[in-house]
């Protein structure tokens, strides 16, 4: 069995900063790429940032040049640094891991952290 935990998510005024974790543990032979997602009330789920095992990264164009993601592949666990937070930022934040065990190849989701930004 694989599970994935957030946290980190937290009230933050609208200018501030908060850093997500995303902790994998159980049966994991390696993690191939970890993302992040949100989802908003009223809005689809949508993809905020990605990192891949070689740490390449990807993020959404609302997200860029203020969020961060990283990993420590040691510790199973990816993070996304969450600066100049705004309003708009509120949501639901769930990180998702492609992850290997010795019988197959999943992706498994967290059971995500609320991120509330107020203006």
């Known amino acids: 069995q694989v599970q994935l935990v957030e946290s980190g998510g937290g009230l933050v005024q609208a200018g501030g900063s908060l850093r997500l974790s995303c902790a994998a543990s159980?049966?994991?032979?390696?993690?191939?790429?970890m993302v992040w997602y949100r989802e908003a009330p009223g809005k689809p789920r949508e993809l905020v940032a990605a990192?891949?095992?070689?740490?390449?990264?990807n993020y959404a164009d609302l997200v860029k040049g203020r969020f961060t993601i990283s990993r420590d592949n040691a510790k199973n666990t990816a993070y996304l640094q969450m600066n100049s937070l705004k309003p708009e930022d509120t949501a639901v934040y769930y990180c998702?891991?492609?992850?290997?065990?010795?019988?197959?190849?999943?992706?498994?989701w967290g059971q995500g952290t609320q991120v509330t930004v107020s203006s």
């Open positions: 159980g049966s994991i032979f390696s993690i191939n790429a």
């Open positions: 990192i891949n095992s070689e740490g390449s990264t």
């Open positions: 998702k891991g492609s992850i290997r065990t010795l019988t197959s190849v999943n992706d498994y």
